[in-house]
Every structure is written in C-alpha cells, then in structure tokens.
C-alpha cells in the first residue's frame, strides 16, 4: 500500500520504489505470450516443416515454413527455452516433446487442442460474458466445427477413453452383445474402441445436426463406415416411436448434466431403449471427493464447469440410488481421472422386469440455488 500512496501523493518518481512481486503478473503475460506463439507455430506449420526438414539454420527454416525472416531466430529461441526446440551451434531441431505432441502424424497430437482454447467462440475467449450470466450458463460459441470435435478427441485419449473402455470390456456380457447406442459421442472414439474390441457390435451414436457429418467424417478414418452410422438425435427424441429401436449397450457421456434436475425421468426414457440383460454406460464428472479443489486445480475446475453445464455432478451415489430402484442389477461406480479431473464412471444391468415405471422420488445427483443455479456440496 505505500508504494501505492507514494503514487497517489504524486511524489518524485526517482523516489517510487516497484515491488519485486511485478514478476508474478510478468509470468502471467509471458504464458499468454507463449501460447500465442505456439498456436502461430502451430497454424504456420513451423514444428511440422522442423521434424520434416531436420537441423536446419534459422534462415533454411524461414525459408520452409514462409515465416519472416527478421522474427524467426527470436521465434525459435522462446520454443527453445520452452523445450519444443533445442539447438547447437549453427542449427535448430524440433524435440521429442514436440514432434510426440505437436506433429499431426503423431497418435499423441495435441495442437487441435491447442488451438480450440483460443479460438473465436471459446468460453475462454469471452470468460466475462459466461461468468455475468445468472442460471445454468447458456452457450456463447458458434456452430461445432471440426477443430472443435478434434480438439475432444485429443483431450478424451489421455486416458479418459480408455478408462471407459475397459471398464465395458470388464463386463462378461459385453461379448453377446450386438447392439450400442453411443449418445453424444461426438468424436466417435467410445463406439470405434468397442467395435474393436467385438467384431459383432455395430454402434449408433445420435447427435446434433451440426455435429453429424464431422462425427461421420471422424468415423471414416478409422474405417468404421460399415458398423457405426450417425444420425441426429438426442434423449429428447429417441423415444418418441411407440416402439423405440433396442439396444444392448447405452452408453451417455458427458450428456446427463443438462438433465440433472429431472435425473430419474430422463434415465427412464433411456430405459426404453435397452434390452432386458443390457448395459448402461453413464460416464460423467463429478465434484471431486469432499468437493475439495486442490491447490493448483483452480484453473482445471473452471473447466470443469464450462464443459458441464455450469457444475459437473455431485453425487455419485445418488445416481446408483436411482438405478438400482429403477431395477437395475450388479451396478457399479468406478472413479477415473480424465483430463479435466475426477470422474466417475457409473455401470449396470437392465433387469428382466422393468417394464413398469417405478415410483421413486427423484433423488438428487445435483445441489441447486433458490434461482436455479447449481451449487457445490
């Protein structure tokens, strides 16, 4: 404060003594920076054309990349000190940091990811407007593009996807069964592993209108055209037919937020759907145990909340409560981490009769304001 009095009281600027803490706001400019340079390194190719080309000078990898000659040996020093480069005395080289997580034909490629933080309609781009908002936050992006799904798929394959899986695959009927409606599954990856992994399953996923070709597309390069199709839908409008289609897995991810206050009557609606002896996949955040927020994680918890309607879930149990009394048998919730944090993964069994609606409360998986915005436990 009397750095800030001696600004106030206008005394002689040679007498202002700046406190040395300036260094925590410079570090946070130079992180905006670097992710700056990195989207531009990314967008100009300049890693690709580095792991293409091999050691190179500065002037041989302007000349490949078509980046300015005056700004590229400044531009690779910054990816230097941040270790996507390193350098001996006369050439620069890509590292094997980056060209695992920043060239295209990597299976570990993050640039998409990269690049859909920053991009025109990123809830990060315009965090002013979601954190005005009263109510569960409305969309503020623009129509899902194809960075958008890919961006997804990079985030889900650092582990989250494969814990899905091998948590369906660690059921013993998973074998017999034929038939998976994937909701929601934008990217495609949950019905292209499962498809793998069974030769007799074929996959529906149902999503927005935008969304299906860029799913198809995704779809194609895992040549799957033949056993998963896309089409638009969503649980809305799934069980509108009299006599809905049936299926022997059901798998909802990162879908049920929107649905947190009528929980029960949309899982009953999903019940429809599945076949006595199949399998419900519910994969979803939840508040993390305690709803402790570690020191550090403050910025993977506002992710959280962008990416869940406002609030992931809060408590896994009440979601188990509410399919065992619907008749749902051997149910499971098996705690993941994903990119984003906890998660939980809930799966059970259709039992045989179940025909008949339940008359259970609805239990709350979610706490809630008087002005209907969600709050932590």
């Known amino acids: ?46 890693l690709e054309k580095m792991a293409e080309i091999g050691p190179a000078s500065p002037s041989e990898i302007a000349e490949a990349a078509s980046v300015n000659g005056m700004f590229v040996r400044s531009i690779l020093s910054a990816l230097e000190d941040i270790g996507l480069v390193k350098s001996d005395d006369a050439s620069y080289m890509i590292t094997e940091q980056a060209e695992t997580f920043l060239c295209q034909e990597s299976p570990f490629y993050q640039g998409d990811l990269i690049l859909d933080v ?16 009263r109510g569960p936050p409305k969309t503020i992006q623009k129509d899902v593009d194809e ?13 989250e996807v494969q814990n899905v899986l091998n948590g369906i695959l660690s059921r013993p009927e998973f074998s017999e069964h034929e038939k998976l409606l994937d909701i929601g599954g934008s990217h495609g990856l949950y019905s292209v592993g499962l498809c793998q992994e069974n030769a007799a399953l074929s996959s529906t996923i149902i999503e927005q209108d935008q969304v299906v070709p860029l799913t198809s597309s995704f779809v194609s390069e895992y040549g799957m055209d033949d056993r998963i199709k896309v089409q638009e839908g969503s649980i809305e409008t799934m069980t509108n037919d009299l006599s809905p289609e049936v299926y022997d897995i059901v798998l909802i991810s990162h879908t049920l937020y929107r649905y947190r206050r009528e929980m029960s ?25 305690q709803c402790d927020i570690k020191p550090g994680d403050g910025i993977r918890e506002i992710d959280r909340a962008l990416t869940s309607f406002g609030h992931p879930l809060c408590h896994p149990e009440g979601l188990k409560d509410v399919l065992e009394n619907k008749g749902f048998t051997n149910v499971s919730l098996i705690p993941h981490e994903t990119a ?15 025909d008949k609606t339940s008359d259970t409360e609805n239990i709350p998986v979610s706490h809630n304001f008087p002005d209907g915005e969600d709050k932590c436990c």
């Not at 960075?147 to 582990?159: M, V």
């Not at 009557?265 to 145990?289: A, D, I, M, Q, Y």
Request: hydrophobic fraction near 35%; glycine fraction near 8%.
């Open 340 to 354: 984003l944090g906890y998660a939980v993964l809930c799966i059970g069994t259709k039992g045989s009769n179940m």
């Open 147 to 159: 960075l958008q799904i890919r961006s997804l798929a990079q985030q889900c394959i650092r582990g």
């Open 265 to 289: 009557e949309t899982l009953e609606k999903v019940t429809k759907t599945l076949s006595p002896g199949g399998t419900l996949v519910l994969n979803h955040r939840f508040c993390s145990p």
């Open 1 to 46: 404060m009397n750095n800030i009095s001696n600004l106030n009281l206008k005394k002689n600027v040679s007498e202002i003594e700046f406190p040395t803490e300036i260094s925590m706001l410079d570090s946070i400019m130079d992180g905006y920076k670097y992710y700056q340079m990195i989207s531009a390194a990314l967008k100009l190719g300049i």
């Open 118 to 133: 920053g991009r025109d309609g990123s809830p990060w781009n315009d965090l002013t407007t979601v954190l005005e908002r």
